[in-house]
Antibody, heavy 119, light 107 residues
Framework: QLQLQESGPGLVKPSETLSLTCTVSGGSISSSTYYWGWIRQPPGKGLEWIGSIYYSGTANYNPSLESRVTISVDTSKNQFSLKLNSVTAADTALYYC???????????WGQGALVTVSS | EIVLTQSPATLSLSPGERATLSCRASQSVSSYLAWYQQKPGQAPRLLIYDASNRATGIPARFSGSGSGTDFTLTISSLEPEDFAVYYCQQRGNWPRTFGQGTRVDIK
């Protein structure tokens, strides 16, 4: 059974960089069938797609975040990562990693990592 | 960016009743639309993809229809575990976008 697990600091100071890693188990991140992605959900609000990456390193980002976000993949560790710089309180959210099928639907999700931006 | 508008915002129904949820796109997404269910404290769960295909393990009481700009998720007979928030999401264009959600609660 495929499992995804987010990890990283739960508290980030304003203007600093948010860094999260998603560890995939029960399957290979190097599969040619799937993309891998990040989605976030501010407390009590809806879902926002952040970006997606293929095992080769090809990535796509939400234009609303593109200037601040980098998603990378480490196939040797079966992990992919999110970096979001210059964070503000508006970036406080539950961050999910997920697997994509058919180039755009999220079929397996991590449990989510709450990241709070506060001094 | 394609905006997805879900209606109603809240649907109050009783177990056994039929639920009909709507998702309207600001421009055509062909059939590239999915539906997710989210319960409190849980990640979303994929229910329907490509407008009408049930994801693995999803009960037959969930069905999806539509194409272009108008889509519907139908739950034929609500079970107690179906009371949750439902989101639509499109992959017809970049960036991928989600609707704001419809809450189905117990009447």
């Amino acid at each position: 059974q495929l499992q995804l697990q987010e990890s990283g600091p739960g508290l980030v100071k304003p203007s600093e960089t948010l860094s999260l890693t998603c560890t995939v188990s029960g399957g290979s991140i190097s599969s040619s069938t799937y993309y891998w992605g990040w989605i976030r959900q501010p407390p009590g609000k809806g879902l926002e797609w952040i970006g997606s990456i293929y095992y080769s390193g090809t990535a796509n980002y939400n234009p609303s975040l593109e200037s601040r976000v980098t998603i990378s993949v480490d196939t040797s560790k079966n992990q992919f990562s999110l970096k979001l710089n210059s964070v503000t309180a508006a970036d406080t959210a539950l961050y999910y990693c997920a697997r994509l099928i058919h180039y755009g639907y999220f079929d397996y999700w991590g449990q989510g990592a709450l990241v709070t931006v506060s001094s | 960016e394609i905006v997805l508008t879900q209606s109603p915002a809240t649907l109050s129904l009783s177990p056994g009743e039929r639920a009909t949820l709507s998702c309207r796109a600001s421009q055509s997404v062909s059939s590239y639309l999915a539906w997710y269910q989210q319960k409190p404290g849980q990640a979303p769960r994929l229910l329907i993809y490509d407008a009408s295909n049930r994801a693995t393990g999803i009960p037959a009481r969930f069905s999806g229809s539509g194409s272009g700009t108008d889509f519907t998720l139908t739950i034929s007979s609500l079970e107690p575990e179906d009371f949750a928030v439902y989101y639509c999401q499109q992959r017809g264009n970049w960036p991928r976008t989600f609707g704001q959600g419809t809450r189905v609660d117990i009447k």
